[in-house]
């Protein structure tokens, strides 16, 4: 509110007061009892009516006990509410500028007038856009209803809280809309029609974008951007809504973000760019899990697939080899043909994983379906290996073109000597194997009894052997991932050998990793904002990651170090400071990804034009009036005029605040304007009068 200022003096008023001695309704129905007799009385020609009708009267004057009151009132001042929006769309140009001009004329208004005063309140922004109302409805609660001069709105007219029915804001005073901004300038923008907020992994999703520009028509470029990776131009028709399919490549937080170039007039490229954030989902997760011979580990691998309820697992066991001859009936068997050209040809990209667990190379499969396997996983799947004895020798896969995605090369070597099973330096950073139960560098696990030698030809090697020997490896094959383990008895941890060991959690990552699930990459670049802060982590194979680097939503670009987590080594964190709204693009390395400060697509920022209609409504309803000021220092303001409650409340070129006339009684003086004892003797006078003259 402005500073107090003086009010003018205390003012004394003279007015006629009644104090009747009875009820208003008994003095009228007497009065009109006495009349109506008089009016008999008349009309059988009695003289005396008219002294009759005059003692009436006075009896009736005498009944309603007229007096003169003298009051000294002090008035009191009216109230004005200005209201200034101060959300992120006010910076646009001078707009924030003419705000403040026009409160100052409101504030100069207040000083020179002492029956004027000011209650001052801003409107910001919030995650659901400019909370106007907000500040209407706090200033109208300090604000006497019967005092209220008028509310001014200084506003671009981006309001996201009106109410639905104008006559919700009940107040008896004007609302003057002055609105900021240029109204004849144009800008483009890039508008999110329909967006989907969930899709699953590895198929696309569609959203619906549009260009506005209202200074052209044709076509205009638009970048698209995959986790603030490099941008893909395509143009797009002005004004048309176009269809865009993106995949959701990975489970959890999608981001694709689209930018329009800049047009011929622009107010800000702000709203030129939007985004959309689409949550992955993972289908039903299928699994071929192929047996080359049944053994102890068999049920050990069916139970972990099968305790996941959203794995549908497809299991097969070869339990009589083509080569295999025996004089039992295959009905008694009760045994089905593997289906090869089934499996391998026709559905082989329909399984998220293949495991192939103890196989051995026979006659059931030509070299030509190994190759099909190959390339599905160099075209994005997912192969397991668990390695047995016949890896080592003649039927081993590494003699199929399998060996292609496979990481490790057999030596043709057997060790059956128990041993604990070790993370590697690699291993202990690993997402897949760090932190492990019972892990570190001298893990309390159960030993296996056997392991296959080998040589690592590329990826990482995870677990090893005491003596260096490669027990588990996982490797990247073009799109595509593969792991071996080269021992076939992980199932003792299972079944509590020696204490067993994380048997579910390690092969449950494994298959994860496989299936590319993020949270499992060995390089991972992740932030996200909150309580006004950016937090960054970064997961690395390297003793150091990368610079990393911030550009932030107005183009500004930091450097930003990052420190290493105690006790969990390869993991560094940074925590930035950060305000305002948009996408802030993180790159580490080869790694980018975005975070997005307060709401994605904020509203504030999808329509930065001025506009009236949204508070016209509020306008008219209440007598108010719309005044678009520009922008700058050198607004076109409205005047100020104090008005009559009855009068108009806007001109063209001024707007009224209105007079309400309120005051205080501070002393009253009360004076009877009959005497009594002159009352008494003219009513008897007037009786006197009426008989006499009746008598003669």
């Known amino acids: 509110m402005s500073a107090p200022v003086s009010l003018p003096l205390s003012a004394t008023v003279s007015a006629l007061d009644f104090a009747p001695l009875l009820p208003w309704t008994v003095i009228g129905g007497l009065t009109g009892i006495a009349l109506l007799a008089i009016a008999a009385g008349g009309a059988q020609k009695l003289s005396g009516w008219i002294w009759r009708t005059l003692a009436v009267g006075l009896i009736a004057l005498v009944l309603a006990n007229p007096s003169l009151v003298e009051e000294e009132r002090d008035p009191l001042p009216d109230v004005a509410v200005l209201v200034t929006d101060t959300s992120a769309s006010m910076t646009v140009g001078g707009r924030r500028e003419a705000a403040e001009e026009m409160a100052q004329a409101l504030r100069r208004e207040a000083e020179n007038d002492p029956l004027l005063d000011l209650i001052e309140v801003e409107a910001g922004e919030t995650a659901d856009g ?87 028509q044709g076509t205009a470029a638009v970048a698209f951007r995959f986790e603030g990776g490099d941008p893909q131009v395509f143009p797009i028709e002005i004004g048309r809504s176009t269809r865009v399919e993106v995949p959701v490549e990975r489970r959890g937080q999608n981001v694709i973000e689209a930018e329009v170039e800049a047009g011929p007039q622009e107010l800000s490229l702000i709203n030129n760019r939007a985004a959309v954030s689409v949550s992955g989902v993972r289908d039903r997760l299928r699994v071929l899990l192929v047996t080359g011979e049944p053994h102890n580990g068999a049920r050990a691998w069916r139970d972990l697939l099968k305790s996941d309820p959203s794995v549908d697992l497809v299991h097969f066991t070869i339990l009589r080899p083509p080569d295999r001859r025996d004089s039992t009936p295959v009905d008694e068997l009760a045994l089905i043909g593997f289906p090869v050209q089934e499996l391998f040809v026709e559905r082989l990209s329909e399984f998220d994983l293949v495991i192939f667990d103890r196989y051995r190379r026979r006659n059931i499969m030509p070299p030509l379906y190994f190759d099909y396997i190959a390339r599905y996983v160099e075209n994005g799947g997912a192969l397991l290996v668990t390695a047995g004895p016949p890896f080592a020798g003649a039927p081993s896969l590494y003699r199929t073109p399998l060996a292609a995605v496979l990481p490790v090369r057999p030596t043709g070597y057997i060790t059956e000597t128990p041993f604990t099973p070790e993370p590697t330096d690699t291993g202990l950073r690993h997402p897949v194997t760090a932190g492990l139960a019972g892990g570190g560098e001298t893990p309390q696990w159960g030993r296996w009894l056997r392991h296959i030698h080998g040589t690592a030809l590329g990826g990482e090697t995870l677990l090893q052997t005491p003596d260096g020997n490669p027990l588990l490896v996982v490797q990247r094959s073009g799109q595509g991932r593969a792991a071996i383990v080269m021992s076939d008895q992980t199932w003792l941890w299972s079944r509590g050998f020696e204490g067993g060991g994380p048997y579910a959690e390690m092969f449950r990552r494994v298959a994860h990793w496989l299936m590319r699930e993020p949270e499992l990459d060995e390089e991972r670049l992740t932030a996200f904002a909150t309580d006004g802060e950016l937090q960054i982590n970064r997961v690395t194979l390297a003793d150091t990651p990368p610079p990393l680097q911030l550009t932030w939503p107005d183009g500004r670009q930091d450097v930003v170090t990052m420190t290493e987590a105690e006790g969990e080594p390869g993991h560094f964190a940074a925590r930035v400071p950060a305000s305002g709204s948009g996408l802030v693009r993180l790159r580490s390395g080869d790694l980018t990804t975005v975070a997005a400060l307060g709401p994605i697509n904020p509203l504030e920022y999808a329509d930065l034009r001025p506009i009236a209609d949204v508070l016209d409504p509020f306008v008219e309803a209440t007598g108010g009036g719309l005044f678009a000021i520009g922008d700058g220092p050198d607004a076109a303001l409205p005047g100020l005029r104090r008005t009559r409650a009855s009068a108009d409340q806007a001109g063209r070129s001024w707007l009224g605040l209105q007079r309400n006339e309120r005051y205080v009684v501070r002393a009253s003086t009360r004076i009877p304007l009959l005497p009594g004892l002159l009352l008494v003797m003219l009513i008897l006078t007037m009786l006197g009068l009426g008989w006499w003259r009746e008598g003669r």
């Open 130 to 216: 400019t909370m106007l109302f907000d500040g209407v409805n706090a200033a109208l609660a300090s604000a006497p209803p019967d005092r209220l001069a008028g509310v001014v709105l200084v506003t671009d007219g981006q309001v996201h809280d009106a109410p639905l029915d104008a006559d919700a804001i009940n107040v008896d005073a004007p609302i003057h809309h002055v609105m900021t901004g240029d109204r004849s300038a144009g800008d483009r923008r890039l508008v999110i029609e329909e967006a989907p907020r969930y899709g699953i992994v590895g198929q696309t999703v569609a959203f619906v974008i549009r260009v506005e520009d209202d200074a052209m």
